[in-house]
């Protein structure tokens, strides 16, 4: 079992949609989690840090369940420039990363 | 600011040849990582530096690759002898102290195949 999995997709959606992807992580002493973004044949950006107690920025609201060792990732009114493959990143208090394969979006007009 | 500067940007060998990678950190940034991007996957963590000292090396295949960063500041990622599962994007990425809740920022990628 991966460290990190995510639903690979792909996730195609019309414009204005709302989206969402899940991530699961096993381990349980993970300590901070984050969402970057990967366009293609690109290197991965960050999109947001994800916070215990939830956060949103603009669109885009991310969520944790540490009971449930998962982490989610809502898009709302979907763009196409949103069209790009989204990772979610787990570290350990040590700072290791973990990224999982990603889940691709495409945003159809 | 200037990002994190990687070459080449583009590498082909034929299998059992060694090459090189070059990675230059933002100025000031402590932690650098070396990560493989196999086609369709997420990024694998190769090495991890602080300084100049090996944080991480638990998924580096010693046997064929190498890592080094001498002055705590740029770095080399080097494989001898290739194989052809190698073929893959070698991303550096740095951050200022490699803390837990850190961003890691990106360069652009070494695309490697090997033939």
């Known amino acids: 079992r991966k460290e990190v999995e995510q639903d690979p997709g792909p996730f195609n959606v019309p414009e204005g949609a709302t989206v969402a992807f899940n991530c699961t992580y096993s381990n349980s002493a993970s300590q901070s989690f984050f969402w970057y973004r990967q366009d293609c044949r690109k290197e991965p950006k960050l999109l947001m840090s994800?916070?215990?107690s939830g956060n949103e920025d603009g669109r885009f609201t991310a969520q944790l369940n540490r009971a449930s060792q998962y982490i989610s990732l809502l898009i709302r009114d979907s763009k196409l420039s949103d069209s790009a493959t989204y990772l979610c990143v787990v570290n350990t208090n040590a700072g290791k990363s973990t990224f999982g394969d990603g889940t691709t979006l495409t945003v159809k007009p | 600011e200037a990002g994190v500067a990687q070459s080449p940007r583009y590498k082909i060998i034929e299998k059992r040849q060694s090459v090189a990678f070059w990675c230059n950190p933002i100025?000031?940034?402590?932690?650098l990582y070396w990560y493989q991007q196999i086609l369709g996957q997420g990024p694998k963590l190769l090495i991890q530096f602080q300084n100049n000292g090996v944080v991480d090396d638990s998924q580096l295949p010693k046997d064929r690759f190498s890592a080094e960063r001498l002055k705590g500041v740029d770095s080399t990622l080097k494989i001898q002898p290739a194989k052809l599962e190698d073929s893959a994007v070698y991303l550096c990425a740095s951050s200022p102290w490699g803390d837990r809740g850190e961003t890691q920022y990106f360069g652009p990628g070494t695309r490697l195949l090997v033939l």
């Open positions: 994800v916070y215990s």
């Open positions: 100025s000031g940034h402590a932690t």
